[in-house]
Antibody, heavy 122, light 112 residues
Framework: QLQLQESGPGPVKPSETLSLTCTVSGGSISSSSYYWGWIRQPPGKGLEWIGSIYYSGSTYYNPSLKSRVTISVDTSKNQFSLKLTSVTAADTAVYYC??????????????WGQGTLVTVSS | QSVLTQPPSVSGAPGQRVTISCTGSSSNIGAGYDVHWYQQLPGTAPKLLIYGNSNRPSGVPDRFSGSKSGTSASLAITGLQAEDEADYYCQSYDSSLSVNWVFGGGTKLTVL
């Protein structure tokens, strides 16, 4: 059974870079049938797609975050990562990683990691 | 402001039927893109509930059903149970700004 687990260093200060890693177990991140995505949820609010990556390294980013986001993949570790630069309090959220099938504009997210809360505070 | 609009809350008594709407536009649902639904129980990650407008993943009870028409989609839950109390989100694709998978703002279902 495929499982995803987010991990990161903890609180981040304003203007710094948020870095998270998603470790995939029970399956290969190199599967040609899937993208791997990041989604976030500010406390008490809804879901926002951040971006997705294909195992080959092709990336797709939310236009509203594109200038600050980098997603990368490490197939040797079965992991993919998120970097978000110049963070502010508005970036405080639970960050989820998820598998996304490769149906392009028809695709959905399943399964999801348990999520990790990242707080931006001085 | 979400691209897909959902009612903030709905409620129903045990055993009743409730529906949750997801209203989009000509650049997302109305353009023919599929709608998917997720259930988020309190304190947990979202879980896929319906994919491809009306398909249920293995293990999802047939009390849950989805439909799509025009620029809107709906999630119906019949035989409401206390364990259905959760937040529900719709998701689709929007072509107005390059690549963009989008979510609705979410609907809180309360079982009375």
């Amino acid at each position: 059974q495929l499982q995803l687990q987010e991990s990161g260093p903890g609180p981040v200060k304003p203007s710094e870079t948020l870095s998270l890693t998603c470790t995939v177990s029970g399956g290969s991140i190199s599967s040609s049938s899937y993208y791997w995505g990041w989604i976030r949820q500010p406390p008490g609010k809804g879901l926002e797609w951040i971006g997705s990556i294909y195992y080959s390294g092709s990336t797709y980013y939310n236009p509203s975050l594109k200038s600050r986001v980098t997603i990368s993949v490490d197939t040797s570790k079965n992991q993919f990562s998120l970097k978000l630069t110049s963070v502010t309090a508005a970036d405080t959220a639970v960050y989820y990683c998820a598998r996304q099938n490769d149906y392009g504009d028809l695709s959905w997210f399943d399964p999801w990691g348990q999520g990790t809360l990242v707080t931006v505070s001085s | 402001q979400s691209v897909l609009t959902q009612p903030p809350s709905v409620s129903g008594a045990p055993g009743q039927r409730v529906t949750i709407s997801c209203t989009g536009s000509s650049s997302n649902i109305g353009a023919g893109y599929d709608v998917h639904w997720y259930q988020q129980l309190p304190g947990t990650a979202p879980k896929l509930l319906i994919y491809g407008n009306s398909n249920r993943p293995s293990g999802v009870p047939d009390r849950f059903s989805g439909s799509k028409s025009g620029t809107s989609a709906s999630l119906a839950i019949t035989g409401l149970q206390a364990e259905d109390e959760a937040d529900y989100y719709c998701q689709s694709y929007d072509s107005s700004l390059s690549v963009n998978w989008v979510f609705g703002g979410g609907t809180k279902l309360t079982v009375l």
